[in-house]
């Protein structure tokens, strides 16, 4: 990446702004300590003015101090006016002034409602702008604006294609990549819903609902249940009542079943990414069509082993005959098939010890882990369902680790009961279809009755079909996204039971975890500043643990200190015994202070930060330094 600066310093006006601000650190003495006398500034090279500062804008210790500098400056200089008649694409690369990110996020923002999406600034197209802006300093700040605007980029590119005939093809393309489009919207509304205020980006908003609404939405689910009528469109992926036979009964491991309720297979893809970047784990991915209706009792049933899956007139779901709600009727149902199996609950088993975890699947052969963190929220507090797709992703790679750990147990499987659709703007009146309550079973996106709905935008489909028996009754469903109108308020925005591939895709993510004992690592220190320039005889750096100690993480000592290309020290050397225990990353911060030694340095020659294991005497880490002190022991700043 550039330095903080870059491009200011080939702009004669931009840099005088920028040594406006160190002057300002001097002159109103902001920060602490100051030199006591500036005159060797005026001899410095105008280099060790960005060092100064970019030291400061890097250091974990220092950049609060630097971003009230900024602002003082900023409010001091007029440098939001000044700035705004300088061409644009100067201030790409400038970091020191969060000014700059303002108008560039108000370009990026205006470029994305008027859907210009291969706008160019400077050598920057828009989207390797914000890339490249959410990794600088007041960029890092704004990181939620930044990836709304990467999440809203990639939907209208993505939402210009056509879409495919056929059942087959859908799939096939939605599986490769027109999930990615529901995964953008959900992260654009993650990213939304984290700003303190976002009145701003309203218009982006409205933008990106229309779009995904109309021109995604609107056009892929028409092809959608156009192809759900072919006669062989249940035969192109597995159904989801045959789910036991095909991916369990088979396994010759113990194998743990987590079914996430509401997992839709776009927040599946996400979670197989991050499994696979585990190197002990082997992962493979595939989707499965759950059945019609799409709604939990029914789904958890088909998930089930049997012989015969069915709704009864009541709308009580049947498995093999029996009514299987809850836990232990599941659990029944499961031991049925195979004696050796258990039915438990993810929030039971979250925060067991190792020890009575392990109780519970110790002889088992297969056990069914119920997870229920995106349709609870989505069910009871809609607009948060997007921020539970994140939580559940995290919530099980967690899980899996922690009975891969703890439990002797290496294969997992991970799917769903059903999906959902989720749109941020309320379903207005026109939206809803009517007339529909006389009928056995009304729901917002099925209905189920003797005879199918005949009504524009419905379809319907025979109930036996659907599950496999003789019953004939009939389901109807939506076309696109409307509801049919019920009683009550509630389940407008977040709703599911209909024909959609958001709704009937599930996720089959296979996960087989390396065998053998959990790997028992050493814990490792990382230094977290970015900067590569000595300009102080003494300096201070930041460093983190980068894990918290444990079962499988131990302690370790480290010798920590600077040497020369000969390998001889030219600093104090620091012993730190990494050995903490806390969760929270800025816990196991820390801040060491180096004494160089006061001689003469060599600007040309490089000089290394060296990080020693203290048990084997072994280099774990070596960071090139250039040493730029040419008044050594007369004027280093102790930052």
């Not at 040309?604 to 070596?622: C, H, M, N, P, W």
Request: glycine share 6%; aromatic share 10%; with cysteine.
């Amino acid at each position: 990446m550039r330095p903080p600066f870059g491009l200011a310093w080939e702009n004669p006006s931009i840099a005088k702004l920028v040594l406006a601000l160190f002057v300002t650190c001097a002159a109103h003495e902001i920060m602490e300590p100051v030199p006591n006398s500036w005159e060797p500034f005026k001899m410095r090279k105008t280099g060790n003015a960005i060092a100064f500062l970019d030291s400061m804008m890097n250091s974990v210790v220092y950049q609060a101090v630097f971003d009230r500098l900024s602002l003082f400056a900023s409010q001091q200089l007029h440098v939001a006016d000044s700035l705004k008649t300088y061409p644009l694409e100067s201030l790409i690369a400038c970091g020191c002034f969060a000014d700059v990110d303002t108008l560039l996020i108000q370009w990026i923002a205006g470029r994305l409602e008027s859907e210009d999406v291969d706008a160019h600034l400077g050598d920057y197209r828009i989207l390797a702008l914000c890339e490249f802006r959410k990794k600088t300093h007041f960029g890092q700040q704004r990181e939620h604006i930044y990836d709304m605007f990467i999440c809203a980029i990639r939907l209208e590119m993505l939402t210009r294609q056509s879409y495919p005939d056929g059942f087959q093809n859908i799939i096939k393309d939605y599986k490769n990549h027109l999930y990615q489009v529901d995964t953008d919207y959900r992260h654009f509304y993650y990213h939304l819903d984290r700003l303190a205020d976002a009145s701003a980006y309203e218009p982006l908003r409205i933008l990106i609902e229309n779009i995904y609404t109309n021109e995604y939405l609107g056009k892929l689910l028409p092809e959608w249940n156009a192809g759900i009528m072919e006669d062989k469109a249940l035969s192109v992926i597995p159904l989801q009542r045959d789910f036991y036979d095909h991916y369990v009964a088979n396994s010759k491991d113990r194998v743990v079943v987590i079914i996430s309720d509401a997992m839709r297979y776009e927040t599946g893809r996400e979670l197989f990414d991050r499994l696979g970047d585990n190197p002990r784990s082997e992962v493979k991915i595939e989707a499965m069509l759950s059945t019609l209706p799409s709604y939990t009792r029914l789904g958890m049933s088909a998930l089930l082993p049997h012989r015969k899956l069915e709704l009864s007139p009541e709308g009580k779901e049947l498995v093999d005959g029996a009514y299987c709600i809850d836990i232990q009727s599941r659990e029944k149902a499961l031991q049925a098939r195979q004696p050796l199996a258990r039915c438990v609950s993810f929030d039971d088993l979250k925060h067991m010890k190792t020890r009575d975890m392990r109780d519970i699947f110790t002889g088992q052969q297969v056990i069914y882990v119920y997870h229920d963190q995106i349709d609870v929220r989505g069910e009871h507090a809609e607009d948060e369902v997007f921020q539970a797709c994140e939580e559940a992703v995290k919530e099980i790679l967690d899980f899996i680790e922690k009975v891969h750990n703890g439990a002797n147990t290496h294969h997992f499987i991970v799917t769903a009961d059903h999906g959902f659709i989720y749109k941020r703007n309320k379903v207005q009146e026109s939206d809803k279809i009517g007339n529909v309550h006389h009928h056995d079973i009304v729901k917002r996106r099925y209905i189920i009755s003797q005879e199918g709905i005949q009504e524009d935008g419905v379809q319907n489909l025979n109930l036996g079909y659907l599950l496999g028996n003789e019953d004939n009754r009939m389901v109807s469903f939506p076309i696109g996204t409307s509801v049919f109108k019920t009683r009550g308020s509630g389940g407008q925005n977040y709703v599911h039971g209909g024909s959609s591939p958001q709704e009937m895709l599930v996720p089959v993510i296979d996960v087989h975890m390396e065998r053998g004992k959990a790997d028992v690592r050493t814990v490792k220190i990382r230094f977290i500043n970015t900067i590569s320039k000595i300009t102080n005889l003494i300096t201070t750096l930041d460093f983190i643990q980068s894990e918290p100690v444990g079962e499988t993480v131990k302690e370790a000592t480290y010798l920590i200190g600077f040497v020369d290309a000969e390998s001889q020290p030219v600093s104090n050397e620091i012993t730190h015994v990494a050995d903490s225990r806390e969760e929270d990353p800025a816990k196991r911060t820390f801040r060491i202070r180096f004494t160089f030694k006061n001689q003469e340095y060599d600007v040309s020659q490089s000089y290394f930060l060296v990080i020693k294991d203290a048990e084997t005497g072994i280099d774990v880490f070596r960071h090139p330094f250039i040493m730029d002190l040419p008044f050594a022991g007369d004027f280093g700043f102790d930052l």
